[in-house]
């Protein structure tokens, strides 16, 4: 069973990886006559020769460099979404501090953007001129069991970690899709399983190795640059420095309960049932996580789901009265290990083109709201097409640390709604973008403002400071003109130098949704 953990949405995400593992690679076959582009027809090689000559001397012919005549370029140049089509210079795939030092000082000196990826399961990044620094080489997991901490690398992946950790019985909190970067995750905070007993991904987190805007290594922790610590858990993407490495802190799980339960399409259950679960999660211990799904499946059904997660050896017997007697078409009880439950819960290939939403409620859904949900349900059996699209639902304190250690907003929240659509054809980008909107705006009146920062959407706008950060907004650009004054590190949703005073969300709603901090 527990081989069946890389089979999941691994099979998609990571399909190039397998094919073409950079790590295997001393160096990559590239043709620099741009005279025989293996893929001519698309992608003509005269335009590979001037991405090629926009590239500085200093970078080119480096064995860990990925290049338009290269034809593994193709392959890694997407990002996990494929909506979003785009040829960066090139892409480093660097396996020691001192070559990402090289290549960072080369970009800075020569003025070139970057991006920089772990995971490269971000659902929308965007760099229309620069390059990529892929940190997939950075991959040690140094499991301590005397001291319950672990070193992980930047470029580990979650099914990596999990597998590894799972194997002594042990876990630290994260999400399950084993394609999942971990420095991404953990950056944004990180919601998962064992969120409400041991908090997010990024609590856990004790210390961290920075490559700063000076190109110079610096560890970062509670002890030593603690403004800085606090900025980099909840809101470090690409804003601050480049995370190289962490140092967790992990927990002894010997023993989970997976609890999952399926309804078929009823729109009268699906209420009933999701005003039950919202009621009960209120009830729940921390050692008991939960979240109820909301799924339209690529064959035109629908289904509604609870899922829960129990630590410990005691018999999960907590759902039983609320939940046995709305008759649950399908129900499953995993009593074993995590790293077991991790694989139960992995998620399923998926198409190739998405979007995601993202919304935070800070008290719970009313009834027209759980009604929004099921209404698009409904919509989506009248497109009769072969998209796949879910809305996932979380609820529950956050646990593990106070709100203001970490630069992780909506602790706050009662819980979070995401929201997925994927599709095959790029033919269908607007009429799957609109579906996914039209239920974001349909739950709009009954959420909040806010959103969460690893659910990259870019449709935010200029709002997507306040929307991810909060009340932390101006502290936050307050440390990056502390630590990057020249803006070295800069992307789309970055965190910038100023902010101008035009930002929609005021300290009003502030006050509406989270009351004073």
């Known amino acids: 069973m527990r081989r069946a953990f890389w089979t999941s949405c691994w099979i998609y995400s990571c399909i190039t990886a397998l094919l073409f593992p950079p790590s295997t690679f001393a160096s990559y076959t590239c043709d620099y006559s741009c005279s025989s582009d293996p893929l001519e027809q698309i992608y003509p090689s005269q335009n590979m020769c001037v991405l090629m000559a926009l590239i500085p001397p200093s970078l080119q012919g480096l064995s860990y460099g990925m290049y338009p005549t290269c034809d593994i370029y193709y392959t890694n140049r997407f990002s996990y979404n494929k909506r979003l089509n785009w040829f960066p210079l090139a892409i480093f795939t660097p396996s020691t501090v001192t070559e990402v030092q090289y290549v960072l000082g080369q970009l ?4 070139l953007p970057f991006y920089v990826r772990s995971g490269g399961h971000s659902y929308e990044q965007v760099i229309p001129f620069g390059t990529i620094i892929d940190l ?8 301590d069991t005397s001291t319950n901490t672990v070193y992980l690398g930047a470029g580990c992946r979650l099914g990596d970690v999990i597998s590894a950790l799972g194997a002594l019985d042990y876990a630290i909190p994260t999400g399950t899709c084993p394609s999942v970067g971990l420095s991404g995750l953990a950056l944004g905070g990180g919601i998962g399983l064992l969120v409400r007993q041991f908090g997010l991904t990024c609590d856990s987190i004790l210390s961290m190795e920075v490559l700063n805007a000076d190109n110079q290594l610096i560890t970062v922790s509670a002890d030593s640059y603690p ?4 900025a980099l858990r909840g809101a470090g993407h690409n804003s601050f420095g480049i995370v190289l490495g962490y140092t967790f802190k992990m927990y002894y799980l010997p023993t989970v309960s997976l609890l999952q339960l399926r309804w078929n399409w009823n729109p009268e259950v699906f209420s009933t049932v999701y005003n039950a679960w919202q009621q009960w999660v209120t009830t729940l211990p921390a050692t008991i996580s939960s ?3 909301f799924k339209y499946n690529q064959d035109g059904t629908v289904r509604l789901s609870v899922n829960a997660l129990k630590i410990g050896a005691e018999p ?3 759902w039983e009265a609320v939940f046995q007697p709305l008759n649950p078409t399908t129900t499953g009880l995993y009593i074993g290990d995590y790293l077991g439950a991790a694989d139960l819960f992995a998620s399923n290939y998926t198409y190739p083109f998405s979007k995601t939403k993202s919304k935070m409620f800070f008290k719970p859904l009313p009834q027209d709201g759980v009604n929004a949900l099921i209404n698009w349900m409904a919509i989506l059996q009248n497109v009769n097409c072969s998209y796949e699209a879910f809305w996932g639902i979380g609820a529950g304190n956050l646990g593990a640390i106070a709100a203001t250690d ?3 907003f909506p602790r ?4 979070w709604a995401f929201g997925f659509i994927y599709w095959p054809f790029s033919f269908q980008d607007t009429q799957a973008l609109n579906l996914i909107n039209e239920a974001y705006n349909a739950l709009a009146p009954y959420t909040s403002p806010y959103s969460y920062a690893n659910l990259t959407d870019y449709a935010l706008g200029a709002s997507y400071l306040k929307a991810y950060y909060g009340s932390n907004v101006a502290r936050l650009v307050q440390i990056k003109n502390t630590y990057d004054p020249q803006n070295v590190f800069s992307w789309h949703q970055g965190i910038p130098l100023y902010v101008t005073p035009t930002a929609p969300l005021t300290e009003q709603i502030q006050d509406k949704y989270c009351g004073r901090r």
């Open 136 to 143: 997939c080489n950075l991959n040690s997991i140094v499991p």
């Open 291 to 293: 979240e109820t799904v």
């Open 406 to 408: 970490t630069a992780y």
């Open 316 to 318: 999960f017997t907590e």
């Open 227 to 230: 403004d800085l610590f606090w």
């Open 412 to 415: 706050k929240a009662f819980g």
């Open 108 to 111: 800075i000196s020569n003025k």
